[in-house]
């Protein structure tokens, strides 16, 4: 069974990005504790999460820097070559659902930045009746 449950904040915001096919896809770096030894300083591993389709939009809608998630999903190592011909392996959390944690970041406003991305808000008059 591939499960991992993880907890922590957003190290970035999400980049939100399409692929050619029309598919949404979002990637952020979640920081999650972690203890080096009894009674020590805690430290934190960042770790690459990514999110497709509807829940890459609603990362890209409602998360920012910051923000305290839960995710659940499943690891993932892919690998490529880079255009020097080296063979790179990447590791990674495909997310299958997130559940948002604590309160908003300090200093933030309500709406994320860049959230007016994924729609306008659309006068009544420009709908088109059916």
Do not use: C, H
């Not at 949404?24 to 080096?36: G, M, Q």
């Not at 009674?39 to 409602?62: C, H, R, S, T």
């Not at 495909?94 to 860049?114: D, H, R, V, Y």
Request: charged content about 25%; overall charge neutral; hydrophobic content about 35%.
């Amino acid at each position: 069974m591939n499960k991992v449950i993880l907890v922590g904040r957003l190290a970035r915001d999400p980049d939100v990005r399409y692929t050619t096919s029309g598919k949404t896809t979002a990637s952020f770096a979640l920081a999650v504790n972690r203890r080096v030894g009894q009674g020590k300083e805690q430290q934190a591993d960042f770790i690459p999460i990514v999110a497709w389709e509807k829940l890459a939009e609603i990362a890209g809608n409602n998360l920012i820097k910051g923000s305290q998630i839960l995710v659940e999903g499943r690891m993932q190592i892919r690998n490529y070559e880079d255009k020097n011909g080296q063979k790179r392996y990447v590791t990674e959390v495909i997310a299958q659902n997130f559940e948002f944690l604590g309160s908003k970041p300090s200093g933030q406003s309500s709406m994320p930045t860049g959230a007016e991305s994924f729609g306008s808000e659309v006068d009544d008059d420009e709908l088109i009746p059916f």
